[in-house]
């Protein structure tokens, strides 16, 4: 039982050491970055209503035609 508290002790250690040289973003770029993933969201969501949309249409003219 000793042997795991060490081991995980060890790793929690490691991982407490590599948190402190990731280069975290500063403001600026977590700003521009959100503003990225936001900006390609509405992109996506815009692309997915033309497209459910259309195939949408296309089922009813198949479906009217019948």
Known sequence: MK???NRVKGYLTEVKGEARRVSWPDKH???DSTLV???FIVIL???TLV???AIQLF???V???A
Request: some cysteine; proline content about 0%; glycine content about 4%.
């Open 29 to 31: 770029e977590l700003y």
């Open 51 to 53: 497209c459910d949309k």
């Open 3 to 5: 042997a795991l508290l």
């Open 59 to 61: 089922i009813q003219l």
């Open 63 to 65: 479906h009217a035609g």
């Open 45 to 47: 969501a815009v692309t």
């Open 37 to 39: 993933v936001i900006a």
